[in-house]
């Protein structure tokens, strides 16, 4: 069983930036993948990006891509989504997820993941 931890969602305006947290315990390993969905109200959830453990492969969704940026901290078994030139789109909760041996092309798909965080919620207004 692996478990996580969301932090670090919150209110902010256009333009500006968050980092949300992902702190995982238990039976992870460096097999693992992460990464980070995100569900509007009324929407379904998508992708947002997604990181390997070992070797550090990232995937971006297309909306994200050069505005939101994956890493891990391996000591601390932690994943980062710094988010910046937030948009009112991107609002939303955020999702961090992880399992082992996903394969390259289904780091973008939430069946390929086990293990759910319980969501930090991000809002993007003025």
């Known amino acids: 069983q692996v478990q996580l931890v969301e932090s670090g969602g919150g209110l902010v305006q256009p333009g500006g930036s968050l980092r949300l947290s992902c702190a995982a315990s238990?039976?992870?390993?460096?097999?693992?993948?992460m990464g980070w969905f995100r569900q509007a109200p009324g929407k379904e959830r998508e992708f947002v990006a997604a990181?390997?453990?070992?070797?550090?492969?990232?995937v971006y969704a297309d909306s994200v891509k050069g505005r939101f940026t994956i890493s891990r901290d391996n000591a601390k078994s932690t994943v980062y989504l710094q988010m910046n030139s937030l948009k009112p789109d991107d609002t939303g909760v955020y999702y961090c997820?992880?399992?082992?041996?996903?394969?390259?092309?289904?780091?973008?798909?939430?069946?390929?993941?086990?293990?759910w965080g319980q969501g930090t919620q991000v809002t993007v207004s003025s």
């Open positions: 997820a992880a399992d082992s041996m996903i394969i390259l092309s289904s780091l973008s798909d939430s069946r390929a993941y086990d293990y």
């Open positions: 238990g039976r992870t390993s460096g097999s693992y993948a």
């Open positions: 990181i390997r453990w070992r070797g550090g492969t990232t």
